[in-house]
């Protein structure tokens, strides 16, 4: 992953630090891009080192959604599509923390609303101007009018008109507006406060709480307890156990 041209990432402390790194082109979603987010995303699941992950961006916009200028591949069997990557991050089942530092917009936004914790900036802001294009959505709909209430997502996403943090806030969007000197700093944060905890345990919550999502509540139910009980047979939850009873911090192993 050494050699990357549109973004960074890092791997530190257990925690992976993904950046959107094109600003001239305000973090427009071209080729390279979707190919080093792919491989983000790929090692964020499969390397046991990494516990939390972070999303952000280089420059004052976090990402202005596809780069409609840039002719992309037909196809590529070794890419995923913007959806594809969607589906992928939802059901990444570690920890994801995006930090928005700047307008997060169509693609971008949609990358945003399947990540799990949401600093904003008080300079951002999320929206989907598509229609102001002559086109449609699929992270609006799909995903922005099943966070937000109905008649406040139709009067976004029909008007292309952007969500200021503080709305974003408002509605159940943000987990936190912050100034902008403190975004990544409050990003890191969180991810500290969340290796706090079992990673394995932090895992089986996201797992239970998004394959719950399609379920009725008796499914739901069960299935959070198939969970659970699969997580009390591992050595972070014995340790985390016999620490309690010793009256220690436990020490914690991913395993």
Not at 1 to 27: C, F, I, S
Not at 48 to 66: E, Y
Request: hydrophobic residues 40%; charged residues 25%; glycine residues 6%.
């Amino acid at each position: 992953m050494a050699n990357r041209e549109a973004t960074t990432y890092e791997v530190k402390n257990h925690v992976a630090y993904l950046t959107l790194n094109r600003p001239e082109k305000k973090n427009a979603i071209n080729y390279a891009m979707r190919k080093e987010v792919q491989d983000a995303y790929v090692d964020i699941k499969h390397n046991p080192d990494i516990w939390v992950a972070i999303i952000t961006a280089a420059g004052d916009v976090f990402c202005s959604g596809k780069d409609i200028v840039e002719k992309m591949p037909e196809s590529d069997a070794q890419v995923m599509s913007n959806d594809e990557l969607y589906l992928y991050l939802r059901y990444l089942y570690k920890p994801v923390i995006c930090a928005i530092n700047g307008p997060c917009l169509a693609q971008g936004a949609g990358f945003a609303l399947n990540s799990d914790i949401l600093i904003f900036s008080e300079r951002g802001s999320m929206g989907w101007p598509q229609v102001l294009r002559g086109i449609s959505s699929v992270s609006g709909p799909a995903m922005c009018a099943h966070a937000i209430p109905w008649t406040q997502a139709m009067s976004y996403l029909m008007r292309g008109k952007f969500i200021p943090a503080d709305e974003c806030l408002r509605l159940g969007i943000a987990t936190e507006v912050v100034p902008h000197e403190e975004l990544l700093p409050t990003a890191v944060r969180y991810a500290h406060e969340i290796l706090e905890a079992a990673p394995m345990a932090v895992c089986a919550i996201k797992e239970a709480a998004r394959r719950g999502e399609d379920l009725g509540y008796k499914d739901r139910v069960y299935m959070s307890r198939d969970v659970a009980d699969r997580i009390l047979n591992t050595e972070d939850s014995k340790e985390g156990i016999l620490a309690f009873r010793e009256k220690r911090k436990p020490e914690w192993r991913g395993r």
